[in-house]
């Protein structure tokens, strides 16, 4: 093999064998469990572990129990199980409990049901019993195949299909109205976003289901979409996620397809006082030794590299894509969520979980694994973040309030927000079998941020002032006017990194630019050397100066009697005492392109000015100005 060594290879196959085998081998543990399934009634059941048998042989007796089953992967075990109505009866559905009173698990002959273990122990594995009931075919029926649906909150009346309604005239009822009524048919109508419990009762029997209306409208502008984790794709898949999240399922980048598995799942139960009926676990795993930590978060997760740590792994917005980015329409005070952090083991060096969220502009910003990763470009578009991390709440749920911390940095364009969710703090370090449970994010407003916008024309000039501190813009300058020179050119100062409140200053940047600055406003008298800024749309005063770009001269132009142009909020004018020049221009060291240079007559085709602003029809000796340069001639 030409360009690399057998021992280099050998270590290479090695890197590959193991990010391949991330869904085969998960850990060295082996987890134990057992499912008995009893029939009540004139029928037969069956359960079968892991995968649906394409014809299942119904057992002949009215119990079926499986082995002490064994699997080395996540701890999370699945069984089929199947009913079998006798002659003259019919199938009245799973029950969880031995009486078979309550609502009915599922009214299919044929349901799929996995839970969590934690026993690896094979004489005490972790059991679960499940009992199907049977009645004459005749007797009334009521069951629910579709225990949750979904609304949109503009959808026309709707009936739940999953209902079966035999021999009985139902009785249906909302628990909530102001989220979801329903008609004497058992349609539903959407009317506010939430959940309501629908119950369906007749004939003594009864069964509940739970109807969740999205308001498509909202979601996403000033809450994360789905932050209650009610929404679910593939619910009953073995690939599943939260709606509107994004985890190793739906990664990307050079390893995406070796680093996909579960390491997500949908949890029946929320927190404690919750409106909600499910959360989420997140959990991490074992990859020959080494730990895959579970990741879930409102971007892309980019899989790059076989160290968890590395550069190239990181989760990030993916803009052009709507299911991996969240946008805001305002910056948040503070986040809220519930969180119960269980893992596996102590681990006293890298003992917290992790939950960050980061408010940028219109950019496909990154949180890398480590800070020191961000560059000072990919810093100018962070608007506002929060980092919480945290060690185990001890098997209770807690509530954390966390205020976003504020950067003064002006942005471009929309508001996106990032959110990621990880079981370590520290990528690569945590525990095979570490579970975090997060329910019910919530972005706080208790401050209202006033705005600040700057639009740099082609000019690539722009004077500005806000009323609070701003950062200079990455890639322009800024500088303040302290005074004139003779030349008709501007004694300018650079302002460096910070732009103080209420300190108008002159922008130069590169390229075109709309930026919008966000802050709490403290507005002042908003005046620095010569420059006035003005917070509200303001008539030049006469024998002031304001940005013009003139025949292709940018500079500060006098405004005249008659001639007074409007200087827009956020923005600012010169003044210059006892002043009789036209025009001033820039004389930092970037915008004087030419001095002292010797020309001819007939080298000029462009508009020439002398030094008191008169427009000449050809150059004199001494100092011309031409297109906004100022040219001497010997």
């Known amino acids: 093999m030409k360009g690399i060594s057998f021992s280099r290879f050998l270590g290479l196959f090695m890197v590959m064998f193991a990010m391949f085998s991330m869904s085969v081998f998960a850990n060295n543990k082996d987890y134990y469990s057992k499912t008995t399934v009893k029939a009540v009634g004139e029928g037969k059941v069956y359960v079968k572990y892991k995968a649906a048998a394409e014809a299942p042989?119904?057992?002949?007796?009215s119990e079926a129990v499986s082995d002490k089953d064994s699997q080395s992967e996540a701890p999370k075990h699945s069984y089929f199980l199947y009913a079998q109505a006798n002659e003259g009866s019919k199938f009245a559905g799973w029950f969880d409990n031995e009486e078979c009173t309550g609502s009915a698990i599922s009214g299919s002959t044929e349901y799929e049901v996995s839970f969590t273990v934690t026993s690896n122990t094979a004489d005490e594995p972790t059991t679960m019993n499940f009992f199907a009931k049977f009645v004459d075919s005749s007797a009334p029926l009521l069951a629910c195949n579709i225990p949750h649906v979904y609304l949109n909150i503009d959808a026309a009346p709707v009936a739940n299909d999953g209902l079966i309604i035999e021999n009985i005239t139902p009785v249906f009822e909302s628990s909530n109205t102001d989220v979801v009524t329903v008609d004497a048919e058992g349609k539903l109508t959407p009317v506010g976003a939430g959940s309501s419990t629908i119950t369906v009762s007749g004939e003594g029997q009864s069964v509940s289901y739970v109807a969740t209306v999205v308001n498509n409208l909202t979601a996403g502008v000033?809450?994360?979409g789905n932050g209650d984790f009610e929404d679910w794709r593939g619910a009953s898949d073995s690939n599943h996620a939260p709606d509107n999240w994004n985890s190793f399922e739906t990664n990307e980048g050079s390893l995406a397809s070796l680093a996909r598995a579960q390491q997500v799942q949908l949890v029946e139960g929320a927190r404690p006082g919750s409106n909600g009926f499910y959360c989420v676990d997140i959990y991490s795993r074992s990859v020959m030794g080494v730990v895959a930590q579970g990741n879930l978060t409102t971007g892309c997760i980019n899989a790059g590299a076989t160290s968890a740590a590395a550069k190239d792994n990181y989760n990030y917005s993916k803009t052009s894509d709507p299911s991996k980015s969240e946008t805001l329409s305002k910056i948040p005070t503070?986040?809220?969520?519930?969180a119960k952090f269980v893992p596996a083991a102590e681990n006293a060096q890298h003992p917290n979980a992790h939950v960050e969220a980061v408010v940028h502009d219109n950019f496909d910003y990154i949180t890398y694994s480590q800070p020191s990763f961000e560059s000072d470009e990919e810093k100018s578009h962070v608007v506002a973040r929060v980092r919480k991390d945290f060690p185990t709440t001890n098997g209770e749920w807690v509530e954390f309030t966390v205020p976003f911390e504020k950067t003064a940095n002006a942005v471009n364009g929309q508001l996106y927000i990032i959110v990621n969710l990880a079981t370590n703090a520290d990528p690569g370090q945590g525990q095979a079998g570490d579970h975090l449970y997060i329910d019910d994010i919530e972005l706080l407003y208790e401050t209202e941020y006033a705005q600040a916008p700057v639009a740099m024309t082609d000019a690539k000039y722009a004077t500005f002032c806000a009323p609070f501190e701003v950062n200079v813009p990455f890639g322009m300058k800024?500088?303040?006017v302290d005074g004139v020179k003779d030349d008709t050119s501007l004694d300018m100062k650079e302002v460096e990194g910070v732009i103080p409140a209420n300190t108008p200053v002159i922008l130069e940047g590169n390229s075109v630019t709309s930026l919008t600055a966000y802050g709490v406003a403290e507005p002042a008298t908003a005046q620095a050397g010569l420059l006035t800024g003005v917070y509200e749309e303001t008539v030049a005063p006469v024998g002031s100066y304001v940005l013009q770009n003139l025949?292709?001269?940018?500079?500060?132009?006098?405004?005249t009697e008659g001639t007074q142009p409007k200087v827009e909020p956020n923005h600012a004018y010169l003044t210059v005492p006892?002043?009789?020049?036209?025009?001033y221009f820039f004389s930092s060291e970037s915008a004087t392109a030419i001095e002292n240079v010797n020309v001819k007559d007939n080298d000029n085709k462009g508009a020439i000015y002398n030094i008191a602003g008169q427009r000449i029809s050809r150059m004199q000796k001494g100092i011309n100005i031409i297109n906004?340069?100022?040219?001497?001639?010997k």
């Open 57 to 61: 042989e119904y057992a002949t007796e």
């Open 222 to 224: 000033t809450q994360i």
């Open 334 to 338: 503070a986040i809220r969520f519930w």
């Open 478 to 480: 800024a500088y303040t």
């Open 551 to 559: 025949e292709g001269a940018v500079g500060m132009y006098k405004v």
């Open 578 to 583: 006892a002043s009789n020049v036209r025009a």
């Open 628 to 633: 906004g340069k100022k040219v001497a001639v």
